[in-house]
């Protein structure tokens, strides 16, 4: 059973970095899927923010490439979301993920979410 587990501070000030781990136990992150952040603002839908692929190459969102890094520590089987000059806007529940694409895609194992709060 392939678990996902999010990390990292509750509360984040204005300006600063965002940054969130996610430990994977169940299955290892270089073998075949794609392993993905996304976020839900208060009140508002799923929005992706990119993924890391098994190969370890990297896709973003176009809104947030420019503040955005995903990278991995293959010995911990985790990877990290890195979201930089963050703003209040940025205030969501974060998830990690793990997507299947077979022709299609979508998410099979999700963690539980974590609360980000952006304020001073």
């Known amino acids: 059973q392939v678990q996902l587990q999010e990390s990292g501070p509750g509360l984040v000030k204005p300006s600063q970095t965002l940054s969130l781990t996610c430990t994977v136990s169940?299955?290892?992150?270089?073998?075949?899927?794609?392993w993905s952040w996304i976020r839900q603002p208060p009140g508002k839908g799923l929005e992706w923010m990119g993924d890391i692929a098994h190969s370890g190459n990297t896709y973003y969102s176009p809104s947030l490439k420019s503040r955005t890094s995903i990278s991995r520590d293959t010995s911990k089987n985790q990877f990290s979301l890195h979201l930089g000059s963050v703003t209040p806007e940025d205030t969501a529940v974060y998830f990690c993920?793990?997507?299947?694409?077979?022709?299609?895609?979508?998410?099979?194992?999700w963690g539980q979410g974590t609360q980000v709060t952006v304020s001073s």
């Open positions: 169940g299955g290892s992150i270089t073998h075949y899927y794609y």
């Open positions: 993920a793990r997507q299947v694409i077979t022709g299609t895609f979508f998410y099979d194992y």
